[in-house]
């Protein structure tokens, strides 16, 4: 779901930057420093994640784990996919420098949105915690895939047909990554339960 470089307009670049900078201050200012071993290994997860394609048609769509990364860090994912999506760029040259904010706002914003929408339900024990890991991680890709597709239709008309075809080929992987968010969430439970706490609003952005 990278966005390369030369595709998107100067406006909506601009807004991507804007945004993305709102995001990781204020994920950075909720970054607690005992929390730093789990976002780099988040963060790490993210970024091998990313690089394993799926071809569905004519296009291809990747994991994502975009949704995993909001269950458990809250505000802090957006710091942590920066930084995942940026090494891409560099290393590996998947959709680039110019357009990394709106990389990052397309993955860390929806990822944040989940956080807090079903942060009360990933709190909770039994079927109420895996539907709310379901559901983090299937609208995380979701609501995803659904800005990408509007960064490339207001950047032309010319895009539209493509901004359809990644919401479409992203339909399964939406399916997958809940099933992958349920089980994560279910087992770190277990093992971490104090990781699953901190979630929002506990983890909000107020002080």
């Not at 379901?134 to 995803?144: D, I, M, P, Q, T």
Request: glycine residues 12%; charged residues 10%.
């Amino acid at each position: 779901m990278h966005i390369s470089e030369g595709v998107l307009s100067g406006p909506v670049l601009a807004g991507g930057w804007a945004l993305s900078a709102v995001g990781v201050g204020l994920g950075l200012k909720r970054l607690d420093y005992d929390r730093l071993m789990t976002v780099a290994i988040l963060s790490a997860a993210f970024f091998v994640g990313s690089l394993i394609h799926v071809p569905i048609g004519p296009v291809s769509a990747h994991l994502i784990l975009n949704g995993l990364l909001g269950a458990i860090l809250g505000p802090a994912a957006f710091p942590a996919i920066a930084v995942a999506l940026l090494l891409q760029a560099v290393l590996f040259q998947y959709g680039g420098l110019i357009v990394l904010g709106a990389n990052v706002f397309d993955m860390a914003g929806p990822a944040v949105a989940c956080s807090f929408a079903f942060g009360p339900l990933l709190r909770r024990a039994g079927k109420a915690r895996t539907v709310g890991a379901f559901c983090c991680g299937f609208f995380a890709v979701l609501l995803a895939a659904l800005l990408t597709a509007c960064a490339l239709a207001l950047s032309g008309e010319g895009f539209i047909a493509t901004a359809k075809a990644i919401v479409v080929a992203h339909v399964p992987i939406m399916l997958v990554e809940g099933v992958v968010t349920a089980m994560a969430v279910g087992f770190l439970a277990k093992v971490r339960p104090e990781l699953l706490a901190q979630v929002p609003p506990h983890n909000a952005l107020g002080s």
